[in-house]
């Protein structure tokens, strides 16, 4: 019998049955090409896992805060995190909290009246006069005396700094300051202090 007189069905069942009967042969490039990715991939994870969690010595990480507050600007503990986070460097907020205070920052305000965290003026004192002036230039906004007190209104979360630039001033007619968020009561000595206190202080309001 020849070729051409096998039935087509059975030329077609003896294809497949020569197909199934070959011998497998893995594609071993490919499955390496997938090791060597799966390696890489976790190479850099961990090299990115570990530029998060890089941890600074005390005085390098303290530099690094001097220099993130300078440059930009910071008003809360978590801003801080995320600042010195996108830097590299990765600590706790109990961490955070102690470096503030040993490094002395001083929260004061932005020309938008936002909240920042500043360098202490260590080894310069300036004038008191000056400084209360300028604080009271940016954010002061209406003095107005009531008995011996003489009520001081400023911008959200200006008055403590007025107040700390009153106390340090030591003023003669001054017996002391209690500071809310936007005010400040300046107790005078007598009812005649408090007035003429006022006159001062209206004068230098922006």
Known sequence: MSVRQI???????TAVASAASAP????????????????????????????RSM???????HRLIESVVARKRVGTQFELLDALADAGC????????????????????????????????AGRRGDPVEALN???????????PAGNIVVLQSELGAAPAIA?????????????TLAGDDTV??????????????????????
């Open 24 to 51: 497998y042969r893995p594609v071993q490039r490919s499955l390496r090409s997938i090791d060597v990715i799966s390696t890489k991939q976790r190479v850099l994870e961990t090299l990115h896992t570990y530029a």
């Open 164 to 176: 700390r630039a009153l106390d340090e001033l030591a003023h003669e007619r001054v017996v002391g």
């Open 90 to 121: 990765s600590v706790t907020q109990a961490t955070i909290s102690r470096d503030i205070r040993e490094l002395g920052l001083e929260k004061t305000h932005d020309q938008f009246g936002r909240p920042r965290y500043v360098m202490p003026h």
């Open 185 to 206: 009561l300046v107790v005078a000595l007598s009812e005649r202090d408090a007035r003429t206190l006022a006159r001062e202080l209206s004068g230098v309001l922006g």
């Open 55 to 61: 941890q600074l010595a005390k005085t390098e990480r």
């Open 7 to 13: 039935p087509a069905a059975v030329r077609r069942d």
């Open 134 to 144: 300028s604080v009271l230039a940016q954010f002061g906004r209406r003095v107005t």
